[in-house]
């Protein structure tokens, strides 16, 4: 019988989320839906005329800007910012066909984190379904620079992310986080990261139309050297672990969850798609390989959170 850690993932109900966006504060609903096999992650966007433009599929070749935030062009003139929480959420929780709605031009930031979507996924569970799991397996090193900032896939029996950041900031410093990911791992160390900015940027983003509806709800506000959020931080280094947090999110936009390692120090959205990009430069890079194939006791899909229902398997959706 196949281990069923080896099956695709969906999730096991509709799942409906409000807030608004962190840049535009524009209100925003968003929608997640069990998708078919090999579906992967799709998104489409509903106009108020209720227009339907997409579903197109979340990947890297349709990112159109990486200012702050990772955006996604639908067509017709038409995208969707701020998908990197959403899809971090699917992609940590180990979910591979997912189908997200979303009726704005922004996906909501909720807390600033993933810990919303988290939740609500582990509150309706998951669905296995009737295929294989497929993985991109890095083959050989690839390495993207900008300035002194660079990001790097490589060659690792697992799924491991080694970031680091460094910041001219007394509260957040040079920070780094080795994470070697499992479901478990990411609800528990990487979910609940928000976030974050500097109050001295404040004045300028707003005025070239960013950060217009971040506040103390929904990021850590930095202002010289103290945290102005009245509970403090969620982690002792919660800034790089919403930077890891982001870089799941991201990473999840080559198609197939990544089977390799990923190193980046002062990394972010812009050198993360450049680094996918970098790896499917040259078909020698990578191999598409299934779950079964893998080195003999790599099972990180059987470390799931405690109490999350995963359910084999609903046939209407693969």
Same mark, same amino acid.
């Given at each position: 019988?196949?281990?069923?850690?080896?099956?695709?993932?969906?999730?096991?109900?509709?799942?409906?989320?409000?807030?608004?966006?962190?840049?535009?504060?524009?209100?925003?609903?968003?929608?997640?839906?069990?998708?078919?096999?090999?579906?992967?992650?799709?998104?489409?966007?509903?106009?108020?005329?209720?227009?339907?433009?997409?579903?197109?599929?979340?990947?890297?070749?349709?990112?159109?800007?990486?200012?702050?935030?990772?955006?996604?062009?639908?067509?017709?003139?038409?995208?969707?910012?701020?998908?990197?929480?959403?899809?971090?959420?699917?992609?940590?929780?180990?979910?591979?066909?997912?189908?997200?709605?979303?009726?704005?031009?922004?996906?909501?930031?909720?807390?600033?984190?993933?810990?919303?979507?988290?939740?609500?996924?582990?509150?309706?569970?998951?669905?296995?379904?009737?295929?294989?799991?497929?993985?991109?397996?890095?083959?050989?090193?690839?390495?993207?620079?900008?300035?002194?900032?660079?990001?790097?896939?490589?060659?690792?029996?697992?799924?491991?992310?080694?970031?680091?950041?460094?910041?001219?900031?007394?509260?957040?410093?040079?920070?780094?986080?080795?994470?070697?990911?499992?479901?478990?791992?990411?609800?528990?160390?990487?979910?609940?990261?928000?976030?974050?900015?500097?109050?001295?940027?404040?004045?300028?983003?707003?005025?070239?139309?960013?950060?217009?509806?971040?506040?103390?709800?929904?990021?850590?506000?930095?202002?010289?050297?103290?945290?102005?959020?009245?509970?403090?931080?969620?982690?002792?280094?919660?800034?790089?672990?919403?930077?890891?947090?982001?870089?799941? #999110?991201?990473? *999840? %936009?080559?198609?197939? /969850?990544?089977?390799?390692?990923? !190193?980046? &120090?002062?990394?972010?959205? @812009?050198?993360?798609?450049?680094?996918?990009?970098?790896?499917?430069?040259?078909?020698?890079?990578?191999?598409?390989?299934?779950?079964?194939?893998?080195?003999? #006791?790599?099972? *990180? %899909?059987?470390?799931? /959170?405690?109490?999350?229902?995963? !359910?084999? &398997?609903?046939?209407?959706? @693969?």
């Amino acid at each position: 019988m196949q281990n069923l850690s080896a099956r695709q993932r969906t999730v096991g109900g509709v799942l409906e989320f409000s807030g608004f966006g962190v840049h535009s504060a524009l209100p925003v609903t968003l929608t997640i839906e069990p998708a078919p096999v090999d579906s992967g992650y799709r998104i489409q966007r509903k106009l108020e005329n209720g227009t339907i433009v997409g579903p197109v599929a979340v990947h890297f070749a349709r990112v159109t800007r990486t200012t702050l935030c990772t955006t996604i062009d639908l067509g017709d003139s038409v995208s969707v910012a701020t998908v990197e929480h959403v899809i971090s959420a699917l992609s940590g929780l180990g979910v591979d066909n997912a189908l997200i709605t979303v009726n704005g031009p922004e996906c909501p930031i909720i807390d600033g984190s993933a810990a919303p979507f988290v939740e609500g996924i582990l509150k309706v569970g998951l669905e296995i379904q009737g295929k294989s799991r497929r993985y991109i397996k890095v083959m050989r090193q690839v390495l993207v620079r900008n300035n002194d900032a660079s990001a790097a896939l490589e060659p690792y029996n697992g799924r491991l992310l080694d970031l680091e950041i460094d910041f001219d900031s007394k509260v957040i410093g040079r920070q780094r986080m080795i994470f070697d990911w499992t479901p478990r791992k990411y609800v528990a160390d990487v979910s609940r990261a928000r976030t974050f900015g500097f109050v001295r940027d404040a004045k300028i983003l707003r005025q070239a139309g960013y950060a217009l509806g971040s506040s103390l709800d929904n990021s850590i506000t930095v202002h010289e050297d103290r945290i102005l959020n009245p509970g403090g931080l969620r982690y002792d280094d919660e800034f790089v672990r919403h930077k890891l947090l982001d870089a799941i #999110g991201d990473l *999840a %936009l080559c198609g197939l /969850p990544i089977y390799g390692r990923f !190193r980046s &120090y002062k990394g972010g959205h @812009g050198l993360n798609a450049l680094v996918l990009q970098g790896l499917f430069a040259s078909s020698a890079n990578y191999e598409i390989v299934y779950a079964e194939d893998l080195p003999l #006791g790599y099972d *990180a %899909l059987s470390d799931m /959170p405690d109490g999350v229902e995963v !359910r084999p &398997y609903l046939r209407s959706v @693969g």
